[in-house]
Nanobody, 125 residues
């Protein structure tokens, strides 16, 4: 069992940058996937970026990252193993990026989803 907590959201203007953090605790050694999702009011939740992590071998092995087309070149997902934290660096923010951003973790051998509480990102024009 793990817990994930997001932070770093806020109100910014178009063109600004934010860095979101997803801090994990508990059985972090079994996490093999972390995704950043976002959901705007009245819309479906969408996957923005993800990182696949080795959990049954070594957390230090190379990770694989993926991005939604609408954020490629602007967003970067990264990890800090020492802090059990995954970051989402968001540059050149646009009003369309306004949403609640959620961190999702998947554990090896489990189908249970582990979601954070969400952090609000608002980009004004």
């Amino acid at each position: 069992q793990v817990q994930v907590v997001e932070s770093g959201g806020g109100l910014v203007q178009a063109g600004d940058s934010l860095r979101l953090s997803c801090a994990a605790s508990g059985s972090t050694s079994t996490i093999n996937f972390i995704g950043w999702y976002r959901q705007a009011p009245g819309e479906q939740r969408e996957l923005v970026a993800s990182i696949s992590l080795p959990a049954t071998t070594s957390i230090s092995l190379p990770a694989t990252t993926n991005y939604a087309n609408v954020v490629k070149g602007r967003f970067t997902i990264s990890r800090d193993n020492a802090k059990n934290t995954v970051y989402l660096q968001m540059n050149s923010l646009k009003p369309d990026d306004t949403a609640v951003y959620y961190c999702y973790a998947h554990l090896v051998g489990s189908r249970r989803p582990y979601w954070g509480q969400g952090t609000q990102v608002t980009v004004s024009s």
